[in-house]
């Protein structure tokens, strides 16, 4: 913008205002954008095949009992949260080599100075 001066001031904030306003109007727009299916439970044959690795019932299983999936039981039923489910899958990136030694380094270090 150029230099501001007292007779382009009201200009200058008029435009500002307007940005102001675009930019608010496309946050709310964006906010209130919903997604198309709302948040629902998966069985485990539903979980099985909504997954993208499509895995086994033993497989699952063992998630489960290792404590690695989120999940809800109801008697002797599992269910899971669609929504949970999303953001499990998401967090699966398997760590880099150097992120796992940093880790294994961390842990002997921590062991070493306990045992004097």
């Known amino acids: 913008m150029e230099n501001l001066t007292l007779e ?3 200009k200058a904030f ?3 205002t ?3 306003s675009e930019i608010k109007r496309l ?3 964006k906010s209130n954008e919903q997604p198309t ?3 629902r439970w998966f069985d485990l044959n539903e979980l099985i095949i909504y997954h993208p ?3 086994s019932k033993p497989t699952v299983y063992g998630w489960v009992h290792s404590g690695l999936i ?3 039981k109801g008697g002797k039923k599992l269910r899971f949260l669609k929504s949970e489910i999303d953001n499990w899958i998401k967090q699966g990136r398997k760590k880099t080599l150097a992120e796992t030694a940093s880790e294994a380094e961390s842990y002997l270090k921590k062991k070493g100075g306990n045992n004097g």
Do not use: F, W
């Open 8 to 10: 382009t001031l009201p």
């Open 27 to 29: 946050l709310l727009e």
């Open 37 to 39: 299916e709302p948040d």
């Open 18 to 20: 307007n940005e102001v």
């Open 14 to 16: 008029a435009h500002l």
């Open 53 to 55: 690795d499509k895995p």
């Open 70 to 72: 989120p999940v809800h």
